[in-house]
Each structure stands twice: as C-alpha cells, then as structure tokens.
Nanobody, 116 residues
Framework: QVQLVESGGGLVQAGGSLRLSCAVS????????MGWYRQAPGKQRDVVAS???????NYADSVKGRFTISRDNAKNTVYLQMNSLKPEDTDIYYC??????????WGRGIQVTVSS
C-alpha cells in the first residue's frame, strides 16, 4: 500500500517562509512526476509546482520566483520551499506522485495559512 505523508504546514505571517515535505512510502517501484497542488473550499484543485524524475520543474505563474520545488529520489520525498508568502497563498496543499505501474496517489493535504 502506498502512502504520501505531508508535513511542514502551519501559520505564518505575510512575507514569511514555510517548507513543505512529502514522503512516499509503501510498494514503490519508481516514482515519475511529483508535485504540489492547492485547493480552497469549494474550488478546484490547482497545480502549484511539479517536478519530473529528471528534475525538470514547472510552476504556476502565481508562485514563480517565490516557491521552489525539489525532490530527493533516495528518500522518495518531494519538497516545496515557499518564500515571500502572501495571504492569497492560504489553502490546503496536496502532494501528488505518479508511480510507475501503480498510478497516481495523493496525500491527505496540509493547511497553510498566511496572515496579513
């Protein structure tokens, strides 16, 4: 059974930083793309950043220059460094991993709250 466990969320003031982590465990052959999404209540889940197994990254326009996604393939972990946080970054953040053979998995989500 595959599990994605997020950590690192919380409450921060505008302009501050947080670092999210997501560890993938279980029956893993290999991990393709990994990413972070966010979703506000009643709204669709949108991609924040993604990273391929080779390290190619993509970002939503709203976070470019402020957020950095990275991964440690030896630890099956993906990170999201969030700097210069804004109140509009407040959301539930979800980790996503596309695993070879077994498909797509999601974490349970972690709250990020940015106060003004």
């Amino acid at each position: 059974q595959v599990q994605l466990v997020e950590s690192g969320g919380g409450l921060v003031q505008a302009g501050g930083s947080l670092r999210l982590s997501c560890a993938v465990s279980g029956s893993i052959f290999s991990i393709n793309d990994m990413g972070w999404y966010r979703q506000a209540p009643g709204k669709q889940r949108d991609v924040v950043a993604s990273i391929t197994s080779g390290g190619t990254t993509n970002y939503a326009d709203s976070v470019k220059g402020r957020f950095t996604i990275s991964r440690d393939n030896a630890k099956n972990t993906v990170y999201l460094q969030m700097n210069s946080l804004k109140p509009e970054d407040t959301d539930i953040y979800y980790c996503h991993a596309n695993l070879k053979v077994v498909g797509n998995y999601w974490g349970r989500g972690i709250q990020v709250t940015v106060s003004s």
